[in-house]
């Protein structure tokens, strides 16, 4: 059964099709990036595997996107948290709480996680993120890339089986880059699923495959 599987998938904002009948698939384990000029949709294409389009973001949608062999759209909001998870190129529109702890711990409240459970995945990802001095900190004192992790943090503490990555490594500066590009690859070798849109080429190493957008829709 493949990981995530999209079936003529069209979307549209007022009118503006952005993606035409387009099918896509991938296995479980696998790491595909998408490629494309700005504007080509590759951030659509994204929220609309995860469910956001049209669940969150109004659009125009026809075809299907299916995970694990469920239709995204018939899952609720905590089963889509459990299958697949989604880190955006601007860490400022996935934080809600005031500290790095809180932030992690927000979804997994959210999910009635128990108490010991929660505080056991905390430690993991502030481990993971090398961001553990931080734990007690405000959001605000934390640099751009920084926070980038506090996101990766708290969608990875609800132990998603896809990863979608939207520009993930923009925010930082290049040490910061690689460590966080080696994380991404553990966590492919471990066998998590990566759906991955990168810019500059810097995750170009992990893939599998490569998928030109800009060959595969106007």
């Known amino acids: 059964m493949n990981a995530i599987e999209v079936r003529g998938l069209s979307v549209a904002y007022e009118g503006r099709e952005i993606i035409k009948g ?3 698939a991938m296995q479980a384990g696998e790491a595909v990036l998408l490629k494309g000029p700005s504007g080509c949709g590759k951030s659509t294409f994204l929220h609309a595997v995860c469910g956001l389009i ?22 609720s909001v905590a089963e889509r948290a459990k299958e697949i998870g989604i880190v955006f190129q601007n860490p400022e ?4 709480c005031g500290s790095v702890e809180d932030e992690i711990a927000f979804g997994l409240e959210n999910l009635c996680t128990p108490k010991e459970e929660i505080g056991s995945r905390i430690d993991g990802m502030l481990d993971l993120t090398g961001l553990g001095k931080y734990r ?4 605000k004192e934390l640099s751009g ?3 980038q992790l506090v996101v990766l943090a708290a969608v990875l503490a609800l132990d998603p089986k896809i990863l979608l990555l939207d520009e993930a490594l923009s925010q930082l500066d290049e040490s910061g880059r690689q ?3 080696a994380r991404f690859l ?4 471990e066998g998590r699923t ?3 849109v990168d810019h500059d080429g810097g995750l170009e190493s992990i893939a599998n495959r490569i998928v030109d957008l800009e060959k595969e829709w106007p």
């Not at 049209?54 to 899952?75: T, W, Y």
């Not at 007690?136 to 959001?139: E, F, G, I, R």
């Open 22 to 24: 387009f099918s896509f």
């Open 54 to 75: 049209p669940g969150s973001i109004e659009a125009e949608v026809s075809g299907e996107v299916h995970i694990f062999g469920n239709d995204v759209r018939k899952l």
């Open 93 to 96: 529109t996935q934080l809600f």
């Open 136 to 139: 007690h900190a405000s959001q």
């Open 145 to 147: 890339g920084q926070k």
């Open 179 to 181: 460590a966080l590009k």
């Open 186 to 189: 553990t966590l492919k070798n």
């Open 194 to 196: 990566l759906l991955m």
